[in-house]
């Protein structure tokens, strides 16, 4: 057998991007079958603005947010307790992605719409890279993020992304690894001189 390296034990070796598992935005494209029920099988069903799909005897369901696998176990609970299936086998796949992007204004080099992976973390520090990074007059200790919660309403962060960008050991340094979601909108603040 063959001793390990020292330093090098499985695992050490970081990964570039953490791999996050998808998860189902407005506008996606599913299919829902049920094993043994050909009748409830939808293909082609849009996940609406509102973040649910329309589904046979369990009507609106919410699917926004959640991964394929939780999905699949929400429409099995809705058949389960609304009674219409005793043990339903649910298979969600999701047909086509809608394209997942970020918005950034104020004072960055490259403004606008910024696709994020949907597979990968996507962070604030990440965007304001793919943006061209900030610009002279940002004020980069206060991006501000705001994001639609799943009931709809509004929620915003403000974030130090500066300080980690300039290496700062702040408290705030940990800002900058804000992972963002998609249709989360990002603004960037001047400096008052």
């Known amino acids: 057998s063959v001793a390990p390296t020292l330093g090098q034990s499985p695992g050490s070796a970081k990964p570039e991007k953490k791999y996050v598992p998808y998860r189902i935005t407005r506008g996606d494209r599913l299919s829902v079958s049920l094993l043994g029920e050909p009748d409830l099988r939808v293909g082609g ?3 609406e603005a509102v973040g649910t799909v329309n589904l046979q005897l369990i009507q609106n369901i919410r699917l926004v947010g ?7 176990d929400a429409i099995a609970k809705a058949y389960r307790e609304g009674r219409f299936l005793r043990n339903p086998q649910v298979s969600v796949t999701i047909e086509e992605y809608v394209p997942r992007r970020v918005h ?3 004072k960055v080099n490259i403004q606008g719409h910024h696709e994020i992976p949907p597979d990968t973390e996507f962070t604030i520090k990440d965007l304001i890279a793919k943006a061209g990074g900030f610009s002279d007059t940002a004020k980069g200790t206060a991006v501000r ?5 799943p009931d709809g309403s509004p929620r915003t962060f403000v974030l130090d992304v500066d300080s980690a960008l300039k290496g700062k050991d702040t408290s705030t340094a940990k800002d900058a690894a804000f992972v963002l979601e998609p249709d989360d909108t990002i603004y960037v603040p001047e400096k008052i001189i």
């Open 145 to 149: 993020v705001t994001r639609i919660m």
């Open 45 to 47: 069903i849009r996940v």
């Open 104 to 106: 950034i204004t104020g």
């Open 66 to 72: 959640l991964t394929v696998a939780e999905a699949q």
